[in-house]
């Protein structure tokens, strides 16, 4: 998600990654991330991935 649509930051699990990602993240930088994550909302929402899952499992239980 954050790759394919720019709407976080990866980091290494550890406190000095963390603490330096929060010491370089400027206010634009959070602000292009937010409209970045809010347009991905716009198309991925529960009913979307409920249509998703239930194919999924009807396929992997049809029986049911």
């Known amino acids: 998600?954050?790759?394919?649509?720019?709407?976080?930051?990866?980091?290494?699990?550890?406190?000095?990654?963390?603490?330096?990602?929060?010491?370089?993240?400027?206010?634009?930088?959070i602000a292009i991330k937010s409209g970045n994550a809010a347009k991905w909302a716009e198309t991925h929402t529960w009913e979307g991935e409920e249509k998703k899952l239930l194919a999924i499992y009807r396929a992997l239980l049809p029986d049911v």
């Open 1 to 29: 998600l954050g790759d394919e649509f720019d709407c976080g930051w990866k980091i290494a699990i550890d406190v000095d990654s963390l603490v330096e990602l929060i010491n370089r993240i400027t206010p634009q930088e």
